[in-house]
């Protein structure tokens, strides 16, 4: 590194959040981060101090189920949507996801829940209106995650999928493999699930494509197939 080690000295008494960003820069920079320690100054037992945090903070959290995520205000065109309605069913539902707890519930400073629709995180109403959107409140209730004060709107999981694929169109570096048939193939059970998913609600969705993204979406949507493998 070019940079003068001296200048990277720092007390004893630095915080780990301050320590975290001068490793992570130091190493950005192709720093040793064994020689880290040395260079600024610090005792092994701060420096172990600081290892313990970080291996603390990288430890997978369980969820706490005191702690239920905050719902905004919904509607029929303003809704919860992607991984999060995946894991809500009604009864005699099959598909979806299996993670209800993370996704749910968390920890003390707790998290809103981005919604999909108008003025959400992505918007797929001008070609779906509120196709596959329903009132879930009392199930929200009966869960522990919201006390029922009226209906809570939650896309189905066709519409789940339908809107995660508009926002890796729009929000992410989009290929075919971004989003790929194998991963769907986990939340959806029957040929008849894709047919529905194809044609009720992707295809529509082609309306509001256009440029760069309408040519990767019609390379991505023949290869949405029950069956699809991880090849």
Do not use: C
């Amino acid at each position: 590194m070019g940079e003068n080690e001296s200048d990277l000295t720092v007390p004893e008494s630095v915080s780990n959040e301050d320590l975290k960003k001068i490793a992570w820069d130091f190493a950005r920079n192709k720093g040793d981060l064994v020689q880290l320690p040395r260079i600024l100054g610090l005792s092994d037992e701060r420096w172990e101090e600081f290892m313990e945090w970080l291996r603390a903070r990288s430890e997978p959290r369980q969820p706490d189920m005191r702690y239920p995520v905050l719902i905004p205000a919904t509607s029929p065109t303003s809704y919860i949507s992607f991984k999060r309605a995946l894991n809500l069913r009604l009864p005699g539902e099959l598909t979806g996801d299996w993670h209800f707890d993370v996704s749910f519930f968390g920890y003390p400073e707790r998290s809103y829940v981005r919604l999909a629709g108008r003025n959400g995180l992505v918007d797929t109403t001008p070609t779906l209106g509120s196709r596959g959107v329903r009132d879930m409140g009392r199930q929200i209730a009966d869960w522990g995650i919201k006390p029922y004060e009226g209906p809570v709107w939650v896309a189905n999981h066709y519409r789940a999928i339908a809107d995660m694929a508009m926002d890796r169109l729009q929000n992410w570096s989009w290929s075919a493999e971004t989003f790929p048939a194998h991963q769907i193939n986990d939340w959806l059970w029957s040929e008849e699930d894709f047919d529905i998913l194809v044609r009720d609600y992707l295809k529509p969705m082609r309306g509001q494509t256009w440029g760069t993204i309408r040519e990767a979406f019609d390379e991505w949507l023949p290869t949405i197939v029950y069956g699809a493998d991880y090849d």
